[in-house]
């Protein structure tokens, strides 16, 4: 299984410490609870590798491309996390299931706007 971050010059083209911190938290979360997991960071052209990843996909952002069209570019099981997402223990047993090829979370009814009805920081894409 792969375990995919996003992260990129999203915020206004600037690299905040407190995301790579939080970042780094996270990567180790998953390097605890799934030591085997490949852990890739997807990124822009320019920002500099996460700290603790296996490699670095990068692509050209361009207007009107969101998430998904990056998250397509990965092959195989993936789990596609936020940096600000912590792992408790291991999530391969989502993979057992057969039902599904992506799956995501509802966001909590305390969330204010409609816009967005599922957390895009945690899903899982099966492969093909």
Same mark, same amino acid.
């Given at each position: 299984?792969?375990?995919?971050?996003?992260?990129? =010059?999203?915020?206004?083209?600037?690299?905040?410490?407190? #995301?790579?911190?939080?970042?780094?938290?996270?990567?180790?979360?998953?390097?605890?609870?799934?030591?085997? +997991?490949?852990?890739?960071?997807?990124?822009?052209?320019?920002?500099?590798?996460?700290?603790?990843?296996?490699?670095?996909?990068?692509?050209?952002?361009?207007?009107?491309?969101?998430?998904?069209?990056?998250?397509?570019?990965?092959? =195989?099981?993936?789990?596609?996390?936020?940096?600000?997402?912590?792992?408790? =223990?291991?999530?391969?047993?989502?993979?057992?299931?057969?039902?599904? #090829?992506? +799956?995501?979370?509802?966001?909590? #009814?305390?969330?204010?706007?409609?816009?967005?009805?599922?957390?895009?920081?945690?899903?899982?894409?099966?492969? =093909?």
């Amino acid at each position: 299984m792969k375990v995919v971050y996003f992260y990129a =010059g999203i915020y206004a083209g600037k690299d905040y410490p407190e #995301q790579r911190r939080l970042a780094a938290l996270s990567i180790d979360s998953v390097r605890r609870s799934m030591p085997s +997991a490949e852990v890739i960071h997807l990124t822009d052209m320019r920002m500099r590798p996460l700290y603790g990843v296996d490699s670095v996909v990068r692509m050209e952002l361009k207007p009107g491309m969101n998430r998904a069209d990056f998250q397509a570019t990965i092959e =195989g099981d993936c789990l596609f996390l936020d940096t600000d997402t912590i792992i408790v =223990g291991d999530v391969i047993s989502v993979f057992h299931d057969t039902s599904f #090829q992506v +799956a995501v979370s509802a966001r909590s #009814q305390s969330w204010e706007s409609d816009d967005l009805p599922y957390n895009q920081g945690v899903v899982f894409s099966r492969d =093909g």
